[in-house]
């Protein structure tokens, strides 16, 4: 049986996180998602040992030379057209091996940890399977992994949890639901950024929040605009 591979879509930095601009300025959200896409790279090449490899899927020149020198495969995007665009482009990558699997993570969950992903990967060893993590915000999904890679159609974001859960069954896929508390929350938003913080993670997410933006601005601060590093050589 072929193996399971990781892809993760990579939005420019520049263009990431506008929801957060009541609290965070361009620049700032710029260095916001680099940190996250660095710890979501790095929890996802810890797991070498459950994984066939990981997909960077970006238009981000900086991701792309960080994802490269870090081992991973690089698939280069003219233009950022959305999630689901981009996975798709990973998947036709491996359709040479059609029974391969694939885990498919976001990078704005810093806090993932190799033991969700091994929990996930476990989850789809036999054929025919969907094992999901839902968001606990929007009911989005903070990881998706199905065997075969291109058994369903994709459908990232608000609500797609439930949408992704209704096409594997529609497809006749075992559906594996994955509840752990590193897969709930995705920062999107600026009471997201207080609720990172809580969880005291090891990140680099954490550092760069804790000194560009908490030491600077009361946490309440950012609680009030609610809305409804490299890798070492």
């Known amino acids: ?12 930095f520049a263009k990431a996180k506008s929801r957060l601009a009541a609290v ?7 260095e916001l ?3 996250m896409f660095e ?3 790095e929890a996802l090449l810890r797991c070498q040992n459950v994984l066939a490899g990981t997909i ?3 238009a981000d020149g900086q991701a792309a030379t960080i994802g490269r020198r870090c081992g991973a495969t690089v698939v280069f995007e003219e233009d950022d057209h959305g999630i689901n665009a981009a996975v798709r482009l990973a998947v036709d990558v491996l359709d040479a091996s059609t029974d ?3 885990v498919v993570v976001p990078s704005d969950v810093p806090q993932l940890s190799p033991r969700a992903i091994a929990a996930a990967v476990e989850s789809i060893s036999s054929p025919s399977t969907l094992a999901i993590a839902a968001a606990c915000r929007d009911g989005g999904t903070n990881l998706l992994a199905c065997r075969p890679a291109a058994a369903i159609p994709l459908h990232f974001g608000r609500s797609s949890f ?4 209704r096409a594997a069954q ?5 559906v594996r639901r994955l509840y752990m508390p590193e897969l709930l929350l995705d920062i999107d938003r600026p009471d997201d950024l207080c609720a990172f913080q809580a969880l005291r993670t090891n990140t680099r997410t954490h550092r760069f929040l804790a000194g560009a933006l908490f030491e600077s601005r009361p946490p309440d601060t950012v609680a009030s605009a609610r809305t409804s590093p490299e890798f070492p050589s």
């Open 24 to 30: 965070l300025g361009c620049r700032e959200r710029h």
């Open 170 to 174: 529609h497809a006749g896929l075992a």
């Open 1 to 12: 049986m072929a193996g399971v591979w990781a892809i993760m879509p990579v939005k420019r």
């Open 100 to 102: 391969a699997g694939v």
């Open 33 to 35: 998602a680099r940190n």
């Open 56 to 58: 960077v899927v970006t």
């Open 39 to 41: 710890d979501v790279l």
């Open 162 to 165: 439930m949408r992704h859960t």
